[in-house]
């Protein structure tokens, strides 16, 4: 007997910006899997269960919620903002390809949400309003090498730039080393945006420039964009500036 | 007298992915300013009143929502997808940037939607489940040596890449010539998703890859995923296939 295992996007943490088909899917599941401040945000009514768990076990996670659809339950996997950006969908891929082949059997269904970025950007302007690239800053997933050269590689080419996990406990330096690497390939005021909660009532955005970025206004929890040599701020009397990435690019090179 | 400007994002197509801080702000509006087939979409009461425009009128279109928002009206602007993805946000700043100080009073407010390469990832899995860029192949407004070479920085680099405005009757050879560059660069079984209508009635999906990818199966409304060396597809016996990009990575260079 094998069940069913939806994954979903909450969005960015303002309740108004989660879709109705994920709301729907909430409230149709049996168990829900997710890390523990995902989860919180859920109301969930009495016989629906909740198993919450730890950040970074993600595998684990993956595994109860694949075994627990394949006994029947309406599983339901819960991440902030999209799960399929630095979230749990990859994750239960992987455990799939990897796990017994009765996970193979599980009906899966991805529902998007916003993500981080897509909300930080909506509050400021435009910024992604050209090509742009979303890099993890983790370096517990891959080299720290390789995310150097993702990063001189999207400068050089004049992607704006999100980053996810730009910060934590465990990873107090790759942002500054980040903002370092990014400072030998792009002018100086370039414009950066610290991003937090963005839509929710504690919501924190600053615009600043690669000279004053400062790794410390971080936290786990912030999605930062990094403008590209064309990303402009347009200052307004009385109301904020607006920071947008122009349709169009004038040059092959600069 | 000075109304207000929200610029909202209806997502993909199908209404139950649109968020409902979204649907609501389209209640309150009095005046709607979009691409025809978006203002389609909406529901419309007796007394909101459609101003739909063409294709490639963007900056008209900015310029008589701002207006309109100047004499006081409740405007809302509306795109398909994410207003800040290749989309009217950045537009509408650009508009204000070089048009008359009244639009720098309007108060502009952007709401986040579900974008297209969100929408197709989810349907398949989680292709964007790593590092990822978009890129337009529209070269109407930069040109398209600036295309290739962001092409190539982001192939060598290793991004899962998502195209926008692959092809159009005006643009026809340009996404071909995409896919020629990235065959110098990528193992030919890299994977593509072609994703058009993603979460409507009338979704086409279909999983290829490089070698074989054609790009007369594109059209304007399709968004085309482009793997990494690391995207894997996972048979299912049953089901179909599940493309996903690990969370990990283990080399700096290939």
């Given at each position: 007997?094998?069940?069913?295992?939806?994954?979903?996007?909450?969005?960015?943490?303002?309740?108004?910006?989660?879709?109705?088909?994920?709301?729907?899917?909430?409230?149709?599941?049996s168990?829900?899997?997710?890390?523990?401040?995902?989860?919180?945000?859920?109301?969930?009514?009495?016989g629906?269960?909740?198993?919450a768990?730890?950040?970074?076990?993600e595998?684990?996670?993956?595994?109860a919620a694949l075994?627990?659809?394949c006994?029947?339950?309406?599983?339901?996997?819960?991440?902030?903002?999209?799960?399929?950006?630095?979230?749990?969908?990859?994750?239960?891929?992987?455990?799939?390809?990897?796990?017994?082949?009765?996970?193979?059997?599980v009906?899966?269904?991805?529902?998007?949400?916003?993500?981080?970025?897509?909300?930080?950007?909506?509050?400021?302007?435009?910024p992604?309003?050209?090509?742009?690239?979303?890099?993890?800053?983790?370096?517990?997933?891959?080299?720290?090498e390789?995310?150097?050269?993702?990063?001189?590689?999207a400068?050089?080419?004049?992607?704006?730039?999100a980053?996810?996990?730009?910060?934590?406990?465990?990873?107090?330096?790759?942002?500054?080393?980040?903002?370092?690497?990014?400072?030998?390939?792009?002018?100086?005021?370039?414009?950066?945006?610290?991003?937090?909660?963005?839509?929710?009532?504690?919501?924190?955005?600053?615009?600043?420039?690669?000279?004053?970025?400062?790794?410390?206004?971080?936290?786990?929890?912030?999605?930062?964009?990094?403008?590209?040599?064309?990303?402009?701020?347009?200052?307004?009397?009385g109301?904020?500036?607006?920071?947008?990435?122009?349709?169009?690019?004038?040059?092959?090179?600069?």
């Amino acid at each position: 007997m094998s069940g069913r295992l939806t994954i979903v996007g909450l969005g960015p943490g303002n309740p108004e910006q989660t879709t109705p088909e994920v709301t729907r899917a909430i409230a149709g599941a049996s168990d829900f899997y997710g890390y523990a401040p995902y989860l919180d945000r859920l109301s969930l009514r009495p016989g629906q269960i909740r198993h919450a768990s730890d950040n970074r076990e993600e595998l684990d996670r993956s595994a109860a919620a694949l075994n627990r659809a394949c006994e029947g339950g309406d599983v339901c996997v819960v991440s902030g903002g999209d799960p399929g950006v630095f979230a749990m969908a990859a994750a239960i891929c992987e455990a799939v390809e990897n796990g017994p082949d009765a996970w193979r059997q599980v009906e899966i269904t991805v529902l998007p949400g916003i993500t981080a970025m897509l909300a930080v950007a909506a509050r400021i302007g435009a910024p992604l309003g050209h090509d742009f690239c979303a890099i993890s800053l983790s370096d517990n997933l891959k080299p720290w090498e390789l995310i150097e050269k993702r990063l001189a590689a999207a400068a050089e080419a004049g992607f704006v730039m999100a980053f996810y996990n730009p910060i934590s406990r465990a990873r107090p330096w790759q942002l500054g080393k980040a903002f370092d690497c990014l400072r030998t390939v792009l002018p100086v005021d370039t414009v950066v945006v610290f991003g937090r909660a963005a839509g929710r009532p504690d919501e924190r955005i600053e615009i600043t420039d690669l000279a004053a970025a400062d790794p410390a206004k971080a936290d786990m929890a912030t999605c930062i964009i990094v403008g590209s040599p064309e990303t402009r701020s347009i200052s307004r009397p009385g109301l904020p500036p607006l920071v947008y990435t122009p349709r169009f690019a004038k040059e092959a090179s600069r």
